[in-house]
């Protein structure tokens, strides 16, 4: 008969939804879902974007670069996946403990009719809407125009070898889901459960996932962060709506995709420029 840890079949039957509110927070009690666990992961995101960008600054200053961690910034699409990997080490440790699997994070992926697909379209057209808006007040309110220099080959025409232009490209196909699975698959739902209402969990996963963009790259301006938090406040509270009413990933996934394909773009400075 065994004293062994019950399967996921066991802990969720067939049918069940392990990652609902109510099946979270059936966990609260047994000490599977805690506090600790869904803030490390909160915000963990955030701590493994800077020690990347250290890393990377770290190889420029042991080249006896003058400016490490501004030589970094620019890298940011090829380290990125060095914090996947750190967030995607905290969700596998913090699911398992929770006796669920990575995918039940994500949720059903549904094709029939396309249904996802066109799902999908309508949150990036949601999530351009919200992100160019956001956008365009927060460079007016804090930069005070409407056309910005900004950050030239630091944070826009960031220049590359040609490698690693071609790895940015392609860099969002592990950081989207793994931001989504974050963020929304992993923080929100727990911090629903763990402080009973959407609203207030909804606006702390806001704060730090719009924040988690000031840090990348990391430029040492207080002007810089509080611009790019509100750059991206309205977009990421678009999307955590979103999620709060599909209660799935694939189709934001889908969305998120897309977006960090543009951003991905039209931040190089590719050979031909």
Same mark, same amino acid.
Request: proline share 7%; aromatic share 14%; net charge positive.
């Given at each position: 008969?065994?004293?062994?840890?019950? &399967? #996921?079949?066991? $802990?969720?039957?067939? !049918?069940? %939804?392990?990652?609902?509110? /109510?099946?979270? =927070?059936?966990?609260? *009690?047994?000490?599977?879902?805690?506090?600790?666990?869904?803030?490390?992961?909160?915000?963990?995101? &955030? #701590?493994?974007? $800077?020690?990347?960008? !250290?890393? %990377?600054?770290?190889?420029? /200053?042991?080249? =006896?670069?003058?400016? *490490?961690?501004?030589?970094?910034?620019?890298?940011?699409?090829?380290?990125?996946?060095?914090?996947?990997?750190?967030?995607?080490?905290?969700?596998?440790?913090?699911?398992?403990?929770?006796?669920?699997?990575?995918?039940?994070?994500?949720?059903?992926?549904?094709?029939?009719?396309?249904?996802?697909?066109?799902?999908?379209?309508?949150?990036?057209?949601?999530?351009?809407?919200?992100?160019?808006?956001?956008?365009?007040?927060?460079?007016?309110?804090?930069?005070?125009?409407?056309?910005?220099?900004?950050?030239?080959?630091?944070?826009?025409?960031?220049?590359?070898?040609?490698?690693?232009?071609?790895?940015?490209?392609?860099?969002?196909?592990?950081?989207?889901?793994?931001?989504?699975?974050?963020?929304?698959?992993?923080?929100?739902?727990?911090?629903?459960?763990?402080?009973?209402?959407?609203?207030?969990?909804?606006?702390?996963?806001?704060?730090?996932?719009?924040?988690?963009?000031?840090?990348?790259?990391?430029?040492?301006?207080?002007?810089?962060?509080?611009?790019?938090?509100?750059?991206?406040?309205?977009?990421?509270?678009?999307?955590?709506?979103?999620?709060?009413?599909?209660?799935?990933?694939?189709?934001?996934?889908?969305?998120?995709?897309?977006?960090?394909?543009?951003?991905?773009?039209?931040?190089?400075?590719?050979?031909?420029?």
């Amino acid at each position: 008969m065994g004293n062994g840890p019950a &399967s #996921v079949e066991t $802990l969720h039957p067939v !049918g069940s %939804v392990p990652n609902s509110p /109510a099946a979270i =927070g059936g966990r609260i *009690p047994l000490g599977q879902v805690t506090w600790p666990a869904t803030l490390a992961v909160l915000v963990g995101r &955030s #701590v493994f974007i $800077l020690a990347a960008q !250290g890393v %990377v600054a770290a190889v420029f /200053a042991l080249r =006896g670069h003058p400016t *490490p961690w501004n030589a970094a910034a620019p890298w940011w699409t090829v380290y990125a996946n060095l914090v996947d990997i750190g967030c995607l080490v905290l969700l596998v440790m913090y699911t398992r403990r929770e006796g669920i699997r990575l995918r039940d994070l994500v949720g059903r992926l549904r094709l029939r009719w396309g249904r996802d697909l066109f799902l999908g379209l309508a949150c990036f057209a949601c999530g351009i809407a919200f992100f160019g808006w956001g956008g365009a007040q927060a460079t007016r309110l804090v930069l005070g125009t409407t056309n910005p220099d900004v950050y030239p080959g630091l944070l826009m025409a960031r220049v590359l070898p040609g490698w690693a232009i071609v790895y940015s490209l392609f860099f969002w196909v592990v950081w989207s889901p793994t931001e989504e699975m974050t963020y929304q698959g992993f923080a929100l739902p727990r911090l629903e459960a763990l402080c009973g209402r959407t609203w207030l969990a909804v606006s702390i996963v806001a704060f730090w996932w719009a924040l988690q963009h000031s840090f990348i790259p990391f430029i040492v301006d207080w002007q810089y962060v509080i611009w790019r938090f509100c750059f991206f406040l309205p977009g990421v509270l678009a999307f955590l709506l979103l999620y709060v009413r599909l209660r799935r990933l694939p189709p934001l996934i889908l969305a998120h995709w897309g977006m960090d394909i543009i951003g991905a773009v039209l931040t190089l400075k590719f050979p031909s420029q």
